[in-house]
């Protein structure tokens, strides 16, 4: 079977010329330290499938994405070992950096952003997270695959990134699920969805403010909203265009220099998550475009 790119169209025929593309795609197949439900490594190839029934054309911004920036998919990574997720995706997203490329990747389990953000750092000064999520991700250790405490878990990677880039260049958007621990030690980067909900204006300007004149790597982790097909779901997620004003503010950036979606975990009953996933990032990249 023809395998479909990203955007949908075939192999051997896309849309988007590889050389002029700005964004380039690709998939980790990983979910190797997932402790609730696994299958986020099928993320990949489902959101494709997804994107390859959504309009290219973006009513809201009125901009074609494929050809503005412009997309290519370069396909997947697959990881077997927690222990390789790091180097591995710091590897490619080297690979994407070196040919002035902005790296969007699709999950696969949130680990894997702590590879990307590792690369992005070595690459440009200045660099600030921004992170939707439900969940601070923010413990320095919990279980892997073996069942063994970790500093690889995917409940640690945004522990990893803050050891990457400090805890002031880090916010996260939605978050509603966390320890005491956690809130202890990070209370300062967390907005809660119920914040969101209560003032989107104000969270809006704080988010404004934090990534001004700055390089900004963004990760989407898909369970920020209420959607089925995710390994850890949270009720109260944040509203879809709620999402889309606050990525607006992205904006008043210096670069949007990579980005991610992580940890759909596609349902057979339902194909929801995905198409979101889809629409998202496409209208993400074009509310971005010029930004990327
Ligand atoms: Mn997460």
Known sequence: ????NFGGSDEEVPFADKGKSKVWVFGVLFDGTSSYRKGSR???????????????????????IFSKPGIFDDGDIEIKDSKDVREEVKKKVQEILSKGKVPLML?????????AVEAVKE????VVVVNFDAHGDLRDKWFDEKLEMSKDSHSCVMRRVVELIGK??????????VSKE????FKSVMIESLEIRKDLEEVKKRLEKFVEGKNVYLTIDIDAF???????PQPGGIDYYDALELIS????????VGLDLVEVAPVPETNYTEAFAAKLLFQTVAILEGKI
């Open 107 to 115: 999950g696969g389990e949130h680990t894997i952003t702590a590879g």
């Open 249 to 256: 503010g992205l904006k008043k950036a210096k670069k949007v």
């Open 226 to 232: 209420d959607v089925p097909g995710t390994g850890t």
């Open 1 to 4: 079977m023809m395998k479909i």
């Open 123 to 126: 690459e440009y000064d200045d």
């Open 182 to 185: 956690e809130v202890l030690k």
């Open 42 to 64: 099928y993320g990949p190839e489902a959101i494709r499938k997804a994107s390859s029934e959504t309009e290219i054309y973006d009513m809201v911004t009125g901009k074609e």
């Open 168 to 177: 002031e260049n880090l916010i996260e958007l939605g978050i509603r699920e």
